[in-house]
């Protein structure tokens, strides 16, 4: 279970603490293990939508691929790394945040352009954070 909340002057504050305690209460005994980490929002649903419903789409279509097919492509190529023994690891669309998400995409389309294939701009561009962006 995640639960949200925040750090203020040294204090944990949860949101929705009422609920949290309730849940817990409701559990059986039982050891867990609880880890508090700095919040990353996750990519949003309009990233997954232009990702899965354009860039994929169309990747697809001009590469000959099912959707799911090029998807595993463009995570292969573009969010894998190497563990210092050498083994490779895919890290999952799930794990990335929403800039994170963003900068994968802009890859994604890069390496389309490069092949000749152009990607319509999503409506009001998604989570663009880039650092190198001014405001």
Known sequence: MIFYGEISKGVLCLNKGGQVTEWIKSQPDMRVQV???KYHPDKTHDQLKYYFGVVVKIA?????YT???MDGIFCTMFLRWHTSDGTMYVKSKSELTTKEMGEFIDTCIRHLALQGIVIPPAAGRIAD???DKKN
């Open 67 to 69: 959707k799911e097919e």
């Open 129 to 131: 954070e880039r650092p």
């Open 60 to 64: 697809a279509k001009e590469f000959g």
């Open 35 to 37: 880890e508090i980490k």
